[in-house]
Protein backbone atom coordinates (compact mmCIF):
# COMPACT_ATOMS: atom_id res chain seq x y z
CA UNK A 1 0.00 0.00 0.00
CA UNK A 2 1.16 3.74 -1.08
CA UNK A 3 0.84 6.07 1.30
CA UNK A 4 -0.58 9.42 -0.51
CA UNK A 5 0.23 12.17 1.62
CA UNK A 6 3.01 11.29 3.58
CA UNK A 7 6.42 10.25 2.45
CA UNK A 8 9.26 8.36 4.22
CA UNK A 9 13.51 8.21 3.21
CA UNK A 10 15.87 7.36 5.22
CA UNK A 11 19.77 7.60 5.33
CA UNK A 12 21.89 4.69 4.88
CA UNK A 13 22.12 3.01 8.13
CA UNK A 14 18.75 4.18 9.29
CA UNK A 15 17.12 2.47 5.86
CA UNK A 16 18.56 -1.08 6.78
CA UNK A 17 17.59 -0.68 10.19
CA UNK A 18 14.01 0.03 9.15
CA UNK A 19 14.06 -2.63 6.14
CA UNK A 20 15.03 -5.15 8.84
CA UNK A 21 12.75 -4.18 11.70
CA UNK A 22 10.36 -1.56 11.26
CA UNK A 23 9.75 1.76 13.06
CA UNK A 24 9.81 1.42 16.61
CA UNK A 25 10.13 3.99 19.29
CA UNK A 26 12.24 2.46 21.20
CA UNK A 27 15.11 2.43 18.42
CA UNK A 28 14.32 6.84 18.46
CA UNK A 29 17.00 8.80 20.21
CA UNK A 30 16.51 12.51 18.86
CA UNK A 31 13.34 13.92 17.51
CA UNK A 32 14.73 17.11 15.09
CA UNK A 33 12.83 19.79 14.09
CA UNK A 34 13.61 22.60 11.45
CA UNK A 35 13.91 26.38 11.00
CA UNK A 36 10.84 27.35 8.72
CA UNK A 37 8.20 29.56 9.87
CA UNK A 38 4.51 28.89 9.21
CA UNK A 39 5.49 25.51 7.64
CA UNK A 40 4.84 23.61 10.86
CA UNK A 41 1.42 24.11 10.73
CA UNK A 42 0.78 20.93 8.53
CA UNK A 43 2.62 19.09 10.72
CA UNK A 44 0.46 19.97 14.20
CA UNK A 45 -1.47 16.82 14.50
CA UNK A 46 1.54 15.05 13.81
CA UNK A 47 3.18 16.42 16.81
CA UNK A 48 0.14 15.54 18.71
CA UNK A 49 0.04 12.16 17.36
CA UNK A 50 3.82 11.68 18.66
CA UNK A 51 2.81 13.26 22.11
CA UNK A 52 -0.51 11.03 22.57
CA UNK A 53 0.69 7.97 20.97
CA UNK A 54 3.80 6.72 19.42
CA UNK A 55 6.71 8.45 21.58
CA UNK A 56 3.91 8.45 24.80
CA UNK A 57 5.66 4.94 26.10
CA UNK A 58 9.10 5.89 25.28
CA UNK A 59 11.14 4.59 27.87
CA UNK A 60 14.89 5.84 27.10
CA UNK A 61 15.82 9.71 26.93
CA UNK A 62 15.03 11.32 23.91
CA UNK A 63 16.85 14.48 22.64
CA UNK A 64 14.29 16.83 21.00
CA UNK A 65 16.18 19.80 18.74
CA UNK A 66 15.61 22.60 16.51
CA UNK A 67 16.02 26.42 15.72
CA UNK A 68 13.63 28.78 15.64
CA UNK A 69 9.70 27.32 15.50
CA UNK A 70 11.62 23.78 15.46
CA UNK A 71 13.00 25.17 18.65
CA UNK A 72 9.50 25.91 20.33
CA UNK A 73 8.06 22.73 19.10
CA UNK A 74 10.67 20.78 20.52
CA UNK A 75 10.07 23.01 23.76
CA UNK A 76 6.47 22.00 23.92
CA UNK A 77 7.57 18.30 23.80
CA UNK A 78 9.59 19.02 26.89
CA UNK A 79 6.81 20.69 28.99
CA UNK A 80 5.05 19.39 31.96
CA UNK A 81 1.55 19.01 29.69
CA UNK A 82 2.45 18.62 26.33
CA UNK A 83 -0.65 18.54 24.30
CA UNK A 84 -1.28 21.96 26.20
CA UNK A 85 1.48 23.81 25.51
CA UNK A 86 1.25 22.52 21.63
CA UNK A 87 -2.30 23.81 21.77
CA UNK A 88 -1.10 27.18 22.92
CA UNK A 89 1.40 27.18 20.24
CA UNK A 90 -0.76 26.65 17.76
CA UNK A 91 -3.12 28.94 19.00
CA UNK A 92 -0.97 31.66 19.80
CA UNK A 93 0.91 31.28 16.57
CA UNK A 94 -1.80 31.07 13.96
CA UNK A 95 -3.46 34.36 15.34
CA UNK A 96 -0.58 36.51 15.35
CA UNK A 97 -1.56 39.93 14.16
CA UNK A 98 0.76 42.97 12.94
CA UNK A 99 0.04 46.37 11.52
CA UNK A 100 0.62 46.99 7.77
CA UNK A 101 4.15 47.99 8.16
CA UNK A 102 5.18 46.61 11.41
CA UNK A 103 8.05 47.72 13.17
CA UNK A 104 11.01 45.03 14.75
CA UNK A 105 10.19 46.21 17.80
CA UNK A 106 6.39 45.42 17.16
CA UNK A 107 7.16 41.45 15.50
CA UNK A 108 9.80 41.50 18.72
CA UNK A 109 6.87 42.08 21.06
CA UNK A 110 4.67 40.12 19.32
CA UNK A 111 6.79 37.01 19.77
CA UNK A 112 8.09 37.17 23.04
CA UNK A 113 4.23 37.26 24.28
CA UNK A 114 3.78 33.99 21.87
CA UNK A 115 6.57 32.54 23.47
CA UNK A 116 5.82 33.42 26.61
CA UNK A 117 2.19 32.40 26.81
CA UNK A 118 3.27 28.93 25.02
CA UNK A 119 5.66 28.67 27.79
CA UNK A 120 3.47 28.87 30.71
CA UNK A 121 4.63 27.65 34.04
CA UNK A 122 6.94 24.77 32.07
CA UNK A 123 9.83 26.56 33.03
CA UNK A 124 11.05 24.17 36.36
CA UNK A 125 9.82 20.73 34.53
CA UNK A 126 11.61 21.50 31.59
CA UNK A 127 14.77 22.14 32.99
CA UNK A 128 14.63 19.41 34.99
CA UNK A 129 12.98 16.80 32.80
CA UNK A 130 15.20 13.75 32.39
CA UNK A 131 13.47 12.09 29.58
CA UNK A 132 12.87 15.14 27.59
CA UNK A 133 15.99 16.94 26.38
CA UNK A 134 15.88 20.09 25.01
CA UNK A 135 17.88 21.43 22.59
CA UNK A 136 17.59 25.13 21.55
CA UNK A 137 19.98 26.47 18.62
CA UNK A 138 20.73 30.14 18.59
CA UNK A 139 23.57 32.00 15.96
CA UNK A 140 25.79 34.55 18.78
CA UNK A 141 26.62 37.59 16.36
CA UNK A 142 30.34 37.80 16.85
CA UNK A 143 30.57 40.99 15.00
CA UNK A 144 27.91 43.51 16.59
CA UNK A 145 27.45 46.78 15.41
CA UNK A 146 26.92 49.76 17.98
CA UNK A 147 23.52 50.74 15.85
CA UNK A 148 22.10 47.92 13.89
CA UNK A 149 20.15 49.64 10.93
CA UNK A 150 18.32 48.23 8.00
CA UNK A 151 21.53 49.25 6.10
CA UNK A 152 24.27 47.72 8.20
CA UNK A 153 22.15 44.65 8.52
CA UNK A 154 21.68 43.90 5.14
CA UNK A 155 25.77 44.61 4.60
CA UNK A 156 26.39 42.74 7.57
CA UNK A 157 24.04 39.38 6.08
CA UNK A 158 24.93 40.27 2.61
CA UNK A 159 28.63 39.64 2.91
CA UNK A 160 27.66 36.41 5.24
CA UNK A 161 25.65 34.96 2.21
CA UNK A 162 28.49 35.35 -0.47
CA UNK A 163 30.69 33.79 1.39
CA UNK A 164 28.71 30.80 2.92
CA UNK A 165 27.41 29.90 -0.84
CA UNK A 166 31.06 29.37 -1.62
CA UNK A 167 31.71 27.85 1.62
CA UNK A 168 29.29 26.25 4.30
CA UNK A 169 32.50 26.94 7.47
CA UNK A 170 33.42 30.64 6.82
CA UNK A 171 29.84 30.98 8.95
CA UNK A 172 31.60 30.48 11.70
CA UNK A 173 33.51 34.03 11.14
CA UNK A 174 30.52 35.86 11.42
CA UNK A 175 28.61 33.66 13.92
CA UNK A 176 28.86 31.33 16.78
CA UNK A 177 26.26 28.14 16.82
CA UNK A 178 24.99 28.20 20.51
CA UNK A 179 23.20 25.12 21.70
CA UNK A 180 21.16 26.09 24.56
CA UNK A 181 19.94 22.67 26.47
CA UNK A 182 19.28 20.72 29.77
CA UNK A 183 21.89 17.63 28.74
CA UNK A 184 25.01 17.73 30.62
CA UNK A 185 27.11 17.02 27.23
CA UNK A 186 26.54 17.64 23.54
CA UNK A 187 24.42 16.10 21.34
CA UNK A 188 26.25 17.56 18.35
CA UNK A 189 29.84 16.43 17.33
CA UNK A 190 32.24 18.85 15.27
CA UNK A 191 31.38 19.85 12.31
CA UNK A 192 34.06 22.44 11.79
CA UNK A 193 31.46 25.25 12.82
CA UNK A 194 32.65 27.10 16.27
CA UNK A 195 30.06 25.44 18.42
CA UNK A 196 29.51 25.95 22.46
CA UNK A 197 26.85 23.78 24.46
CA UNK A 198 25.10 26.40 27.48
CA UNK A 199 23.29 25.01 30.40
CA UNK A 200 20.04 26.02 30.08
CA UNK A 201 18.37 28.36 33.77
CA UNK A 202 15.77 29.84 34.15
CA UNK A 203 17.58 33.15 33.36
CA UNK A 204 18.35 31.45 29.82
CA UNK A 205 15.71 29.36 28.81
CA UNK A 206 12.99 32.54 27.84
CA UNK A 207 15.70 34.54 25.78
CA UNK A 208 16.84 31.57 24.27
CA UNK A 209 13.54 30.68 22.85
CA UNK A 210 13.23 33.92 21.47
CA UNK A 211 16.40 34.20 20.60
CA UNK A 212 16.30 31.33 18.27
CA UNK A 213 13.47 32.53 16.52
CA UNK A 214 14.97 36.15 15.92
CA UNK A 215 14.74 36.76 12.24
CA UNK A 216 17.18 39.46 10.92
CA UNK A 217 15.44 42.68 8.81
CA UNK A 218 12.11 41.56 10.48
CA UNK A 219 12.73 41.53 14.53
CA UNK A 220 15.47 42.49 16.97
CA UNK A 221 18.43 40.57 18.16
CA UNK A 222 17.60 39.00 21.62
CA UNK A 223 20.56 40.29 23.84
CA UNK A 224 22.33 37.16 25.59
CA UNK A 225 25.16 37.76 28.50
CA UNK A 226 25.91 41.10 26.35
CA UNK A 227 25.70 39.54 22.83
CA UNK A 228 23.34 39.97 20.26
CA UNK A 229 21.73 36.52 18.76
CA UNK A 230 19.78 35.54 16.09
CA UNK A 231 17.65 33.22 14.31
CA UNK A 232 19.57 29.49 15.06
CA UNK A 233 18.24 28.75 11.36
CA UNK A 234 20.91 31.22 10.10
CA UNK A 235 23.47 28.69 10.93
CA UNK A 236 21.07 25.22 10.92
CA UNK A 237 18.18 25.59 9.20
CA UNK A 238 17.36 22.08 8.23
CA UNK A 239 19.56 20.89 11.24
CA UNK A 240 22.49 19.03 9.51
CA UNK A 241 24.46 17.82 12.36
CA UNK A 242 26.74 14.52 12.94
CA UNK A 243 24.97 13.26 16.12
CA UNK A 244 26.43 11.71 19.16
CA UNK A 245 24.24 8.68 19.37
CA UNK A 246 25.38 5.32 18.03
CA UNK A 247 23.58 3.68 16.15
CA UNK A 248 20.24 4.74 17.56
CA UNK A 249 18.11 7.03 15.07
CA UNK A 250 17.05 10.18 14.49
CA UNK A 251 13.15 11.33 13.49
CA UNK A 252 12.81 13.65 11.45
CA UNK A 253 9.11 14.94 10.77
CA UNK A 254 10.11 17.81 8.01
CA UNK A 255 8.24 20.11 5.34
CA UNK A 256 10.73 18.42 1.94
CA UNK A 257 11.85 15.67 1.74
CA UNK A 258 16.18 17.15 1.40
CA UNK A 259 18.00 18.71 4.14
CA UNK A 260 19.70 22.24 3.91
CA UNK A 261 22.37 22.96 5.88
CA UNK A 262 22.30 26.48 6.36
CA UNK A 263 19.90 29.84 6.14
CA UNK A 264 21.36 30.76 3.01
CA UNK A 265 21.73 27.50 1.17
CA UNK A 266 18.00 27.34 0.57
CA UNK A 267 18.65 27.91 -2.82
CA UNK A 268 21.87 27.08 -3.61
CA UNK A 269 21.82 23.95 -5.68
CA UNK A 270 24.94 22.11 -4.64
CA UNK A 271 24.39 21.92 -0.73
CA UNK A 272 22.48 19.82 0.75
CA UNK A 273 22.67 17.15 3.95
CA UNK A 274 25.97 15.30 4.30
CA UNK A 275 25.38 13.78 8.22
CA UNK A 276 21.76 11.94 7.23
CA UNK A 277 22.97 8.26 7.38
CA UNK A 278 20.98 7.72 11.08
CA UNK A 279 18.47 9.83 9.95
CA UNK A 280 14.65 8.63 9.29
CA UNK A 281 12.52 11.64 7.15
CA UNK A 282 9.35 11.93 6.97
CA UNK A 283 7.40 14.80 4.92
CA UNK A 284 4.10 15.84 2.64
CA UNK A 285 3.98 14.34 -0.40
CA UNK A 286 3.50 16.92 -3.48
CA UNK A 287 -0.31 15.96 -3.61
CA UNK A 288 -0.92 16.59 0.11
CA UNK A 289 0.54 20.40 -0.88
CA UNK A 290 -1.58 20.73 -4.16
CA UNK A 291 -4.19 19.62 -1.48
CA UNK A 292 -3.54 22.78 0.88
CA UNK A 293 -4.72 26.21 0.72
CA UNK A 294 -3.00 28.53 -2.49
CA UNK A 295 -1.34 25.16 -3.75
CA UNK A 296 1.31 25.36 -1.27
CA UNK A 297 3.10 25.17 2.08
CA UNK A 298 1.66 28.30 4.65
CA UNK A 299 4.84 30.54 4.72
CA UNK A 300 6.52 34.47 5.96
CA UNK A 301 4.62 35.25 3.02
CA UNK A 302 1.52 35.12 3.90
CA UNK A 303 1.86 37.74 6.24
CA UNK A 304 2.67 40.16 3.42
CA UNK A 305 0.32 38.40 1.02
CA UNK A 306 -2.68 39.06 3.85
CA UNK A 307 -1.17 42.08 5.41
CA UNK A 308 -4.78 43.99 4.89
CA UNK A 309 -7.19 40.95 5.40
CA UNK A 310 -5.23 38.99 8.60
CA UNK A 311 -8.95 37.27 9.02
CA UNK A 312 -7.85 35.74 5.76
CA UNK A 313 -4.74 34.18 6.26
CA UNK A 314 -5.99 33.03 9.99
CA UNK A 315 -8.23 31.12 7.86
CA UNK A 316 -5.89 29.63 4.95
CA UNK A 317 -3.74 28.36 8.30
CA UNK A 318 -6.24 26.77 10.57
CA UNK A 319 -7.38 24.72 7.22
CA UNK A 320 -3.77 23.71 6.16
CA UNK A 321 -3.56 22.70 10.28
CA UNK A 322 -6.44 20.93 10.07
CA UNK A 323 -5.57 19.06 6.73
CA UNK A 324 -2.36 17.69 8.85
CA UNK A 325 -4.71 15.01 10.20
CA UNK A 326 -4.15 13.34 6.53
CA UNK A 327 -0.66 12.96 7.82
CA UNK A 328 -0.85 11.27 10.92
CA UNK A 329 -3.25 8.66 8.74
CA UNK A 330 -0.20 7.96 6.74
CA UNK A 331 2.21 7.65 9.57
CA UNK A 332 -0.28 5.38 11.43
CA UNK A 333 0.03 3.24 8.02
CA UNK A 334 3.49 3.30 8.03
CA UNK A 335 3.92 1.54 11.37
CA UNK A 336 3.16 -1.27 9.87
CA UNK A 337 6.41 -3.27 8.61
CA UNK A 338 5.29 -4.59 4.94
CA UNK A 339 3.70 -0.90 4.17
CA UNK A 340 7.07 0.74 5.45
CA UNK A 341 9.30 -1.77 3.70
CA UNK A 342 6.83 -0.61 0.31
CA UNK A 343 7.21 3.21 0.90
CA UNK A 344 10.68 3.33 2.43
CA UNK A 345 13.30 5.58 0.18
CA UNK A 346 16.65 5.98 0.70
CA UNK A 347 18.60 9.19 0.57
Same mark, same amino acid.
Given at each position: ??????????????????????? !????????????????????????????????? *?? *? !???????????????????? #???????????????????? *???? =???????????????????? !????????????? %???????????????????????????? =???????????????????? !??????????????????????????????????????????????????????? +???? +??????????????????? =?? +????????????? #??????????????????????????????????????? =????????????? +???????????? *??? %???
Amino acid at each position: MKTKHLHIKAGEKAYARLMEKGL !QPKDIKVFAAAAGGPKWIILYHLDLYMMQNFLK *EH *E !QPIHFIGASIGAWRSMTYSH #NDPVEAMHRLSYEYIHQRYS *EDAS =WNEVTEGCRKLITNTLGNGT !QHILSNTQRKLHI %QVSQDLNTFKTNTNRNLKYKFGKMFLQH =WLYRKSIGKHLKRLTFSNAE !QTLILDDGIASELVLLTEENLLPALRASGAIPLIMEPISIDGHDCWDGGIVDYHL +DFKY +DIGDKLVLYPHFFGYIKPG =WF +DKKNPFRFSKHHH #NTVLIYPSPEFVQMLPNQKLTDLKDFYAYAKEPDERIKV =WLKAREMGKYLVE +DFEKLLNPETLR *ENL %QQF
